[in-house]
């Protein structure tokens, strides 16, 4: 089937912290669809750049006026009229008409919402879920993810007060989402109980929805997320384990991981680490050294595997260049795919099988400033991931993700 491209536009909007992204309209053989962009905070020295404007006179800096232009000029002017057989075609334009390594001329933001938008219209054009329309794109069969949900969260996401970024729930058990949603819920609740019981605080949550309550210490961390898996009614470990984003990256400096006042050596951090996974249910372990640390990487996979999923995000930053070289090394045995790290689906779909034929499983996810668009749950379900992260079940753009789903598992 042939795609002609009718229209192109664009919007400034804003995401879930109030700074502005990207909102792409893109109109296929008579069918228009839209698709807005996350933004992250916690980011990889080696993702594609998002353009901002830099006026400090106008959202500190943060707007997206620019991008939102060569939506409207340079990326309208290039593709409308033109038809195209696949998505690899338009993105491959896309990309030549950037013409840098980074995508920082037009901006990862301006060029991935419009990558999605035309993905979204065609699916809409062939009638088709757009699920199913991904899992085209990727020669996959859509099969749900397993969730990651996040409970506690510190370092970026939450003003520092612990170093590591999240603790998060993953339903074990669970053999239906509606099932796996209803127990993560259920230790939500028990959380923000605890929050005032223990703590005297308000259920404050952070960027992505997490409690964020003034932990005496890492693993003060995890035994209270212990005790709210318990308090819930739930087993520890088996109905339900945990998976930790330590997003190592922020608090290495000059060869040091700079953990609870001290200043921890690679080999250090690797056993730390590992302590952790000996003595909680930890089934996932995202981030545990630093994007820089390549030599040690290895180490940590030795330490942790096959207990624990060893994940790459900022290592990686679903680049397939970094794939290969963790490949090479054997560096971890997961990729965090975030598709705004790359900046188009094509690219995304490249750095997704690398990883599936290297064996290694997936995580598809969310960032820290999300919108209310949900084509992330028809990525992850499209491209049978193996998990979804997105975030916790307390914030309108984390639960649009969240009952996509629902939909999608009524569907299939």
Known sequence: MSFLVESVNALEILDSRGRPTVLAFVRVNGREASASVPSGASTGAAEAIELRDGDPQRYAGLGCQKAVAHVKHDIAHALVGRSFTTQAELDELLIELDGTANKSRLGANAILAVSIAFARACALAEGMALFNHFAKIAGTTPSLPQLTVNLFSGGKHAGGQVSIQDVLLVPSAA??????????????????????????????????????????????????????????????????SLAVDVAASHFYTDG?????????????????????????????????????????????????????MVLGDDLLCTNPDRIRRAIDHRSCDALLLKVNQIGTITEAAQAFKLARDAGWRVTV???SGETEDDWLADLATGWASDQIKVGSVQQSERLAKYNRLLRIAQSL
């Open 175 to 240: 053999t239906k989402l509606e099932a796996a949603l209803e127990q993560v819920v259920a230790v939500v609740r028990s959380a923000q109980l605890l929050l005032k019981r223990k703590y005297n605080e308000r259920p404050l949550k952070a960027d992505e929805g997490g409690l964020a309550p003034p932990f005496g210490s890492i693993e003060a961390m995890f035994d209270d997320a212990i005790h709210c898996i318990e308090q819930a009614g739930l087993s520890a470990g088996q109905d339900m």
């Open 256 to 308: 040091r991981y700079q953990l609870d006042d001290r200043g921890l050596s690679s080999a250090e951090m690797v056993s730390r680490v590992k302590s952790w996974v000996d003595n909680w249910p930890i089934v996932s372990i995202e981030d545990g050294l630093a994007e820089s640390d390549w030599e040690n990487w290895p180490s940590l996979r030795d330490a942790l595997s096959p207990r624990a």
């Open 365 to 367: 996810s969310a960032r």
